[in-house]
């Protein structure tokens, strides 16, 4: 599907923790297009002193209902302006852009979602679900509190993924690294090792889980949130470097081979 310029209507936009917040969006056409893995672009109203865009994973997507829903971080200007916006008010998007994820169509698979990263696997997980292969998932965050996304992993898996959180509130207490070292040790183990890992969270766990994948020898996939100008390949903004050179991570990626990327 190509790049759509769509106006859309903030449908609720409510904080569900700690400098997070949900944004449920009337989107139709972007919402009957997105793949697992691309982002929409979106023009943040009332902020005409910031022309740039502000690039969001879908995290759920309602093609029925024509909705999407967008899970942010208040982190900086844009997103913490973000959660001024209305029910009824209307912003731009630019979308689906970027490249999806390739997971096995048979197989075993792991995702783990570091903090708001749990947000742009969980279409992948739905569609996982929904083939041959089989699905694990490892979900981290600094408390019980972030773990925002827990309750509807649960119900789409029937089961609950693993969790770590930094302060030990829920879950493993520490890094979820250790939960995802664990999960590839005992599939080697059980002589049924994962075919693929998928990883989206701060860029030193997306490191340190791609070094664990390639001691397995499991392919893994990783989403490179670069901050992003233009969104549209460009402005050169975004530039991941890989052994194959420079790529933009918009339109080359978010989703990159780990096993491609230079860290
Ligand atoms: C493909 C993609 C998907 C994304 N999906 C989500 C998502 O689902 N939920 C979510 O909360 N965030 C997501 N992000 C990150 C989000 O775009 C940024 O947090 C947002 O643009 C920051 O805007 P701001 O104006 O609030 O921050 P600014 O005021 O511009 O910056 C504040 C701080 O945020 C950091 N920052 C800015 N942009 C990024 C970025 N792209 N990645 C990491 N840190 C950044 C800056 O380094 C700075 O420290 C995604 C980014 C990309 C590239
Ligand atoms: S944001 Fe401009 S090239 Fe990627």
New binding site residues.
Partial sequence: MGLINETVQVVSNQQVGPRLHLMVLDAPAIAAGIQPGQ?VHMKVPRMEA?ILR????V?VRDVEAGTID???????????HMTSLQPGEECELIGPV?AVWNPPAQGRCLLVGGG?GA??LFMLCESIVASDASVDVVLGAQTEAALVCRDRYAKLLGDEPRCATDDGTYGRAGFCTSLVQEALQQAAEEGAPYDYVAVCGPEPLMKIVAGLAADAGVRCEV??????ACGIGACLS?VVDTVDGKKR??VDG?VFDAGKVVW
């Fill in positions: 982002f910031h502000r690039p969001f994973s995290y967008i899970l942010y971080q208040v982190v900086g200007f844009g997103t913490d970027g708001v947000a742009p989403s490179m949130e670069k901050r992003m975004c991570a918009c978010p």
